[in-house]
């Protein structure tokens, strides 16, 4: 076959499945696809890779095994997020933690409710991001990865970072976060780039760490490699 067949027979083949593209699916249904990676599951835990830029002009098209196919708008990713993180530890979601391989997360408000502004929103949706700059000053704080669950690391973070990112309109953003904002932008901005927040600790803390880890979670669950 040549090359130019090749092509016409793999747009055949997509044209063939947007065919059977569902319509826009109820999220509650919608879950049930998708499973969240933690290195407790030893069997189809994968080491996270460099995600790629999430394709605004052409959303992804997701085939499961049932046959169900379906178009990955921006703003039903960040809702299948959002639910997700209510069942996990930590303030944020990755798409890679749940096989969605693309620049895109989301952090949710760490304000408690009754402090937070009426018009502040419950999660921020952070796609195809951008570090313009970091400060000088760092602050040490706990942080967490649903990831990994039970691993509480000590690591220090840039107070304020200015960043560029979209959201799920498309729409470009450029601001300053700070505190657990910028924490957590710059622990999921380091996970689309394949590093987990574990690589940022000496191999020292993070093998007492992992005691400490281990103890908690029980001999079953034990786990002697970070992935």
């Known amino acids: 076959m040549s090359e130019l067949e090749q092509v016409k027979e793999e747009r ?16 509650e249904k919608l879950m049930k696809y998708f499973s969240f990676k933690t290195d407790l599951d030893k069997k189809n835990m994968k080491p996270f890779t460099t995600c790629a830029h ?8 997701l085939k499961m095994e049932d046959g169900f196919v379906f178009v990955m708008e921006a703003s039903l990713l960040a809702e299948v997020l959002f639910k997700m993180s209510k069942n996990r530890s930590g303030p944020s979601i990755h798409a890679s933690q749940v096989g969605v391989n693309y620049d895109f997360f989301i952090i949710v408000n760490p304000k408690p409710v009754e402090e937070r502004a009426d018009d502040e929103p419950e999660y921020e949706t952070f796609i195809n991001s951008k570090i313009k700059a970091l400060s000088d000053e760092g602050h040490k704080g706990k942080e967490i990865c649903a990831s990994y669950p039970a691993l509480y690391l000590n690591i220090e973070r840039p107070v304020f970072a200015d ?8 729409q470009e953003h450029r601001e300053r976060v700070q505190h657990e904002w910028s924490r957590y932008f710059i622990q999921n901005y380091a996970l689309s780039r394949g590093k987990p927040f574990w690589k940022f600790v000496s191999p020292l803390q993070k093998h007492m760490a992992m005691k400490k880890r281990n103890k908690r979670l029980g001999k079953q669950y034990a786990i002697h490699r970070l992935i």
């Open 54 to 61: 999430y394709p605004f002009d052409k959303p992804p098209v």
């Open 12 to 27: 055949k083949e997509v044209a063939e499945m947007m065919k059977s593209v569902q319509q826009v699916p109820d999220v």
């Open 163 to 170: 960043i560029i990112y979209y959201d799920v309109s498309n």
